[in-house]
């Protein structure tokens, strides 16, 4: 047995733990270790947080946590306590279980004299016994706050693999307690890997086998069995916790092998309260990987803070309304272009589909808010599931195939479906990458497949159950999700997008409103979001033959056989498709596009000279160009008549906000950081704001991504930035992200690259810095019209013409590629994240590819 102590100076300056937070209490007979900020506040707190740690860390590992409370404008005490036998608290060389470290906790902020409001802190198995002292302290408690844990688990599902190694018989002990395995393990899952010196600062209380004795000890009370001596305190804390009715916010790493997305799940479930973020990339040890710290007191203040103005009060009608108005039309609703299987469907044929598929998903057991992911080309499969899922209230999980199967892996598995309804390749990713655990086929599988893959159903299935149920659905109610839509990723990890019955609504009527399109407007798409707009449109539809993951691959001759098949007065077509149709035209396709009335472009900057070019194709139609994004789908709109009036300027014009939609800016700063209130100045360079009735809900289990982009009530944070002219248009000059903070001043990317792209031998360019912040060198890449495959350094000449064209900025170099490269969906922006590391590389000397 050895006493408590306090660690040594090294430890605490490695973490920057001001040595007054470390104090020892002796309680009963018992004697802790805890680090406590309480003694440095230079004002009366707010409230306390209880921090618990997990196995086999320490109250080391809420060190951040500790300054950010001490140093917050509003101060809260930050309590973080050394579990016995764990840290610097003593080693009794007892086994503590559940009870009776929950009963500990209890005793010793009883002795500490606690005063409410508590907000607990737990990770790992320290979220357990945190929320055994929230159950039993209802009096104190005012918030928890969770990272990484599990508070329940089936005698009969297998534990967690980490986890099964560490307590199998003979391997307990050694990996545990006479070695430091199972501590140099979970250090090891750090993403990035821990400092040297944070590490040792770890491993520093557990130098010896008799200082890890905790360790083994806490592995040996996980209670996996239904005989486990903490079964039954387990089942009181996960059959308690769902009578919490206080805040609750779960931050969580979804790279932990230990605690997977099932136990989020889980914690979901029994707290749907909760306020959620993933910090992608993050894993185990979540609190090391990421802004834990930022986001807790981020999540504090907020709850002080009025709500933001709900949506609009608009009427509402539901978005599958019109199929149901509509099944008795025998017109047709969509033609499905895709060579020799190429299927043309009725409004009735639609709307029986959708209704079938809505009664055998509920009566195969799928719920209203369950999550249904669709891997489902466009089409008449992907519609009528579609549309099936809204009229059940399931909510719909759309993520874009481009992003590729780590990206897709990402996004399915961020927005957790309990349904994977797709296609046999989307089948055999969603089985061996374990997206979700029912799969639905939407079309032909080979023989066998479905039984390997375990395959639940086919869409045929589900329609005859659908036929021979009674059961009455009850339209959704408007304000629950509809669905999570997942951004492009083109500026990092794709993002959810959750919106509701209501917001979906107003998407479809601000379509409607603005361009014009209903019942006597036949609509052919080459983007899938507005081919899936036309049923709830009353509009005929039409997707062309092609690969809407790669939108090069639409042809001329293609988009004229979808616009004769339903006489299209419409036509939607992203700038990369666009453009292969302009390159691929040979004139035959003339007559079947003259009768076009509307051409709409968007997804990225659409330049005047592809819109003149298409025009010649469909003479008789408006061009017009919409500015959005997957957050709210039209935010402005441009016609092809404007731009020709309008001449240059710095930055791409996207017009002036449709009707019912608001824009305002957030000026930037001399760090290029948006700081200011909302604004409609003109001539001001700041963060694109938004606000309308179809602007989303929410980023999904993003609750730090989601308060940022709702920092201002009611506007929503689009991360563009541009700026407004006298007229009111706006302009857009980049994203956020690519601001580049110079020496002299703040400069936005757009303007600059195209006065690059005015030189002749430039097809395109992209201007980024490199360097650091506030000291950034701007960088020309451009990609000439001939390549010569020699130095990435511009020619002479070239270098020189460019610097020309950007009289009045200092430019450190100017590179040239082969091809810029551009994001994963639209296959139009360009990537300049890529670009700038890849030229801070090539400039460091390094040899680099793009």
């Not at 023989?447 to 390997?452: L, N, Q, T």
């Not at 339903?566 to 040979?586: E, G, K, M, Q, W």
Request: aromatic letters at 4%.
């Amino acid at each position: 047995m050895t006493g408590a102590s306090r660690p040594p100076a090294d430890v605490l300056a490695a973490g920057g733990i001001d040595p007054r937070w470390s104090r020892t209490l002796e309680v009963g007979p018992r004697s802790w270790h805890l680090l406590d900020n309480g003694p440095t506040l230079d004002a009366e707190p707010v409230g306390t947080l209880l921090c618990v740690h997990g196995n086999p860390t320490w109250s080391f590992l809420w060190r951040r946590l500790l300054a950010a409370g001490a140093r917050a404008e509003r101060p809260w005490r930050v309590v973080a306590v050394d579990q016995l036998e764990m840290g610097y608290s003593e080693r009794t060389g007892e086994q503590h279980r559940l009870a009776g470290r929950v009963a500990d906790l209890g005793a010793l902020t009883d002795h500490l004299g606690l005063a409410g409001p508590v907000v607990t802190v737990g990770h790992d198995w320290g979220g357990l016994v945190s929320l055994g002292w929230a159950l039993d302290h209802p009096d104190l408690l005012a918030g928890v706050v969770l990272t990484n844990t599990a508070v329940h688990h089936e005698p009969a599902d297998t534990l967690p693999a980490p986890l099964r190694v560490a307590t199998a018989r003979g391997v307990l002990p050694v990996g545990t307690v006479t070695t430091p395995a199972f501590l140099e393990t979970t250090l090891a899952l750090a993403h990035p890997r821990l400092e040297p010196a944070v590490a040792d600062g770890f491993r520093a209380p557990y130098r010896t086998a008799e200082r890890r004795s905790g360790i083994g000890g806490f592995v040996a009370d996980i209670p996996a069995a239904a005989d486990h001596p903490s079964r039954p305190e387990l089942d009181r804390i996960a059959a308690g916790i769902p009578d919490l009715d206080v805040p609750v916010l779960l931050l969580w790493g979804p790279r932990d092998p230990v605690f997977s997305a099932r136990y989020l799940r889980d914690l979901r479930e029994r707290l749907p309260h909760a306020d959620v973020h993933r910090f992608e990339g993050a894993g185990h040890l979540v609190v090391e990987d990421a802004d834990v710290a930022g986001a807790v007191l981020r999540w504090l203040d907020t709850r002080d803070a009025p709500d933001a103005p709900t949506a609009s009060d608009e009427p509402y009608r539901a978005l599958g309304a019109t199929l149901e108005e509509r099944a008795g039309d025998d017109g047709t609703a969509l033609i499905e272009l895709a060579g020799p299987r190429s299927r043309r469907v009725t409004w009735a044929a639609l709307a029986a589909r959708t209704e079938q598929l809505a009664r055998g998903l509920a009566a195969s057991g799928v719920r209203p808010g369950d999550r249904v992911a669709l891997l489902v080309p466009p089409g008449a499969d992907l519609t009528a599931v579609l549309y099936a899922c809204l009229r059940l209230g399931a909510v719909v999980v759309v993520a874009d195939a481009g992003l590729g199967v780590q990206g897709l892996t990402r996004a399915v598995r961020a927005a957790d479906p309990t349904v994977v309804i797709g296609i046999e390749r989307a089948l055999v990713a969603a089985r061996w990458l374990r997206w979700a655990p029912t799969l639905v086929s939407a079309g032909p599988l080979r023989a066998g497949v479905a039984r390997s893959l375990g395959v639940s159903a086919s869409l045929d299935d589900l329609a005859a159950l659908g036929r021979s149920s009674t059961e009455e659905l009850a339209w959704p109610n408007p304000d629950a999700d509809a669905a999570v839509l997942f951004t492009s990723g083109s500026t990092g990890p794709a993002k959810g997008v959750v919106y509701t019955h209501r917001r979906l609504a107003a998407m479809r009527d601000v379509v409607a409103r603005t361009y014009g399109i209903g019942p006597d407007s036949p609509l052919v798409a080459a983007f899938a979001p507005f081919v899936l707009l036309g049923p709830a449109l009353g509009a005929t539809s039409a997707s062309p033959d092609m690969d809407v993951t790669s939108p090069g691959t639409l042809t001329a001759r293609a988009l004229a056989e979808a616009v004769r098949a339903i006489d299209a007065a419409v036509v939607f077509a992203s700038p990369a498709a666009l453009r292969s149709v302009v390159r691929t035209a040979d004139g035959s396709e003339l007559a079947a596009l003259a009768d076009v009335r509307l051409f709409l472009s968007a997804g990225a900057p659409v330049g005047l000279d592809l819109l003149e070019a298409a025009a010649t194709l469909m003479p008789s139609a408006h061009a017009h160009t919409p500015y959005g994004m997957t957050e709210a789908l039209v935010v402005a709109d441009m016609s092809l008549d404007e731009l020709r009036d309008l001449g240059a300027g710095d930055g791409v014009c996207v017009g002036r906000p449709v009707a019912g939609v608001r824009v305002a800016l957030s000026a930037l700063d001399a760090g290029g950081e948006p700081t200011g209130a909302p604004d409609h100045q003109a001539g001001v360079t700041g963060e694109v704001l938004v606000a309308a009735a179809h602007v989303k809900d929410r980023y999904d289990a993003l609750w730090v991504t989601q308060q940022a982009s709702a920092r201002d009530a009611g506007w929503h944070r689009t991360g563009d930035v541009g700026h407004l002219d006298p007229d009111g248009r706006l302009w857009i000059e980049g994203r956020l992200a690519h601001v580049l903070v110079t020496a002299d001043g703040v400069r936005t990317p757009v303007g600059l690259e195209q006065r690059a792209q005015t030189v002749d031998q430039v097809v395109s360019a992209a201007v980024v810095g490199v360097g650091p912040r506030g000291a950034q060198q701007v960088v020309v890449v451009v990609q000439p019209e001939v390549w010569s495959h020699g130095p990435v350094v511009a020619d002479p000449v070239l270098a020189a013409a460019v610097r020309a064209a950007l009289d009045g900025t200092a430019v450190a170099a100017v590179l040239v590629v082969e091809q810029l490269p551009t994001d994963v969906r639209h296959s139009s922006k360009i990537d300049r994240t890529r670009v700038a590391a890849w030229a801070e590389r090539v400039l460091a000397g390094e040899r680099a590819r793009l």
